[in-house]
């Protein structure tokens, strides 16, 4: 199964963008990147998804690298309502229907 | 309202028994899932089930049961052979089949041994 790699944590000055990035180097060739985030004792939400094109949506967006070993999600200007543990994910492969979780990146806004 | 129904909020159990956390969609999905997720921690996967009658163990399956007898329901029961059951579980689902569907979850059950 295809694993995603993501940073710990990372902070951000409020109203200024963000870059959170996740490496997936096993990706196939038909696996979409997810991204969800949650809040304390909360289900994760989602956040974007795409294939290989960039995205955007009204929450964020997201930067697919050429190869597809990884990809960078865009908050474009960070509120203290987007301070949240963010998770890159993939479908998991050969139609196993799994949706595989890394360990998350948990993103601190200062006012 | 379309969404994913996790009961209780809060459970206690004390060690020896099996408890059972009920999890309800009404979204159509063919396809449910159960995660744990410790404190501080990620999602590990535990069961999922793609279809009714038919479910299949995730990475730590191991002290779990589940069952998949109607599409809208997939309990997990957490039974006495699980030794550390302390943590928040999440139930899930998503349309089956395809990678670019996207994955719902309910709001969590926190489970407390004591």
């Known amino acids: 199964d295809a694993k995603t790699t993501q940073p710990n944590s990372m902070e951000s000055n409020e109203e200024e963008p963000v870059h959170l990035p996740c490496n997936h180097s096993?990706?196939?060739?038909?696996?979409?990147i997810h991204w969800y985030r949650q809040l304390p004792s909360q289900g994760p939400e989602y956040v974007i998804h795409?294939?290989?094109s960039n995205v955007n949506n009204r929450m964020a967006s997201l930067a697919i690298a050429e190869d597809r070993k990884s990809s960078t999600l865009i908050l474009h200007r960070a509120t203290l309502r987007d301070a949240a543990v963010y998770y890159c994910?993939?479908?998991?492969?050969?139609?196993?229907?799994?949706?595989?979780f890394g360990t998350g990146t948990r993103l601190k806004v200062l006012a | 309202d379309g969404g994913i129904t996790q009961s209780p909020k809060y459970l206690f159990r004390k060690e020896g028994q099996n408890v059972t956390l009920s999890c309800e969609q009404n979204?159509?999905?063919?396809?449910m899932y159960w995660y744990r997720q410790d404190p501080g921690q990620g999602l590990r996967l535990i069961y999922y089930?793609?279809?009714?009658?038919?479910?299949q163990k995730g990475d730590i399956a191991e002290g779990y049961s589940v069952s998949r007898e109607k599409k809208e329901s997939f309990p997990l029961t957490v039974t006495s052979a699980q030794k550390n059951p302390t943590a928040f579980y999440l139930c899930?689902?998503?349309?089956?089949?395809?990678?670019?569907?996207?994955?719902?979850f309910g709001e969590g059950s926190w489970l407390t041994v004591v």
């Open positions: 899930a689902s998503s349309i089956a089949g395809h990678s670019g569907n996207t994955i719902y």
């Open positions: 096993t990706i196939s060739g038909t696996d979409y």
């Open positions: 994910i993939l479908r998991g492969t050969s139609g196993t229907y799994k949706y595989i």
């Open positions: 795409g294939l290989t």
């Open positions: 979204l159509n999905h063919d396809a």
């Open positions: 089930s793609q279809i009714v009658n038919d479910f």
